[in-house]
């Protein structure tokens, strides 16, 4: 049994079998298919003409279009630019295949597109499947920002990035600290912190042995290649203390480790150890009451340019005090009128 390619020629045998696959290759006697086994595994097979009752070709345009199906529907929050690259592409198809079957729906599909897209310039997003529109996506910013940064930890940590979804978290935490999403994020981060741990401590254990090895392998070298590679070896080190320096200078979250700069895997395993630390340790602010800061973001919105000046002051004034991150609250001061 073989599954047929997203696009293929169907060949079928006087025996009634069928056959789909691309041909590749055709002699006087025979034709050479490629068929798609799996997903990314390709056989050939070789089939006598003998044995061939009809060849039903795949058109050209059924083919391309076949690969322009994955544009729609486009994944959350693209930018403009992201679907105009796919626009383009359908355009580019309507203007090859203007007599194509497919013409209809890569009109259909390039209109759907042009709509999401003007309504992502216009300061709207796509997120969770569906279409956000720029008012409501402001009055909610809070609650959306903070839904999407929970989103592409989970992504990090499903993809094995272990230092990017703990950068993502700093971020969630220095905005979102008291967000709906942290009680689910706090266990999976806790993992992600000892599998980085151990991950560091393993490295550091290695390091003496990875530079004997390295001076054996150095030693083995001819005169010119060994001058070679201590020359690209002394470059990669001031490399790597520029960089760990500035990120020390900059206060960096989590700094970039390195094998071959132990200072790096001794800072990244000090920053772990602190970060499992503070997790562990109860919140001074676990007890306070207050309004989510969601739905503190979401009133103040609705709020603020109907309210007078003194009235502003004071729901400002309170989100502070609430700890309203500062760059929400930079949103809401947006929304007092200058001469109020």
């Known amino acids: 049994m073989f599954l047929a390619s997203a696009s293929a020629d169907t060949v079928l045998l006087n025996n ?36 061939i009752k009809s060849i039903t070709k795949q058109e050209p345009d059924i083919e391309e279009f076949a690969k322009l199906k994955v544009l729609v529907p ?5 930018g403009v630019a992201d679907y105009e690259i796919r626009i383009k592409k359908l355009n580019d198809f309507i203007k090859e295949f203007p007599r194509s079957t497919k013409f209809k729906e890569a009109r259909e599909m390039q209109e759907a ?33 903070e839904s999407i940064t929970a989103q ?13 979804a703990l950068r ?10 008291e ?19 151990t991950n560091l401590s393993e490295s550091l254990d290695g390091f003496d042995a990875r530079l004997k090895a390295r001076e054996v392998g150095l030693e083995r070298m001819t005169q010119d290649d060994r001058e070679k ?9 001031v490399e790597l203390k520029t960089r760990f320096d500035r990120e020390k200078s900059l206060k960096y979250a989590w700094i970039t480790p390195d ?7 001794v800072e990244a395993l000090r920053q772990v150890e602190n970060e499992i630390k503070r997790l562990d340790t109860p919140s001074k602010n676990a007890l306070v009451a207050t309004i989510p800061k969601d739905e503190a973001f979401r009133e103040a919105w609705n709020k603020l340019p109907s309210v007078a000046a003194d009235d502003q002051k004071k729901i400002l004034e309170s989100l502070k005090r609430d700890r309203m991150p500062e760059y929400y609250l930079e949103k809401l001061r947006a929304r007092v009128s200058p001469q109020q």
């Open 229 to 237: 590679t201590v020359r690209a070896l002394e470059d990669q080190a």
């Open 16 to 51: 009634g079998q069928s056959v789909e696959g691309k041909i590749v290759y055709e002699d006087e006697t025979s034709y050479m298919l490629e068929i798609q086994v799996s997903k990314g595994i390709k056989d050939e097979k070789k089939i006598l003409k003998s044995e």
């Open 113 to 145: 597109l042009r709509v999401d897209m003007e309504l992502v310039r216009a300061g709207g997003i796509k997120f969770s499947g569906r279409m956000i529109k720029a008012d409501d996506y402001l009055s909610n910013s809070y609650a959306y920002d």
């Open 259 to 265: 094998e071959n700069y132990k200072e790096t895997m």
């Open 74 to 78: 486009v994944p959350d929050l693209l």
């Open 168 to 177: 993502l978290f700093s971020d969630y935490e220095t905005k979102f600290s």
């Open 179 to 197: 967000g709906k999403a942290r009680a689910e994020l706090i266990p999976k981060i806790k993992q992600v912190l000892q599998a980085y741990k």
């Open 152 to 164: 592409k930890i989970i992504r990090e940590i499903n993809n094995r990035d272990l230092l990017g």
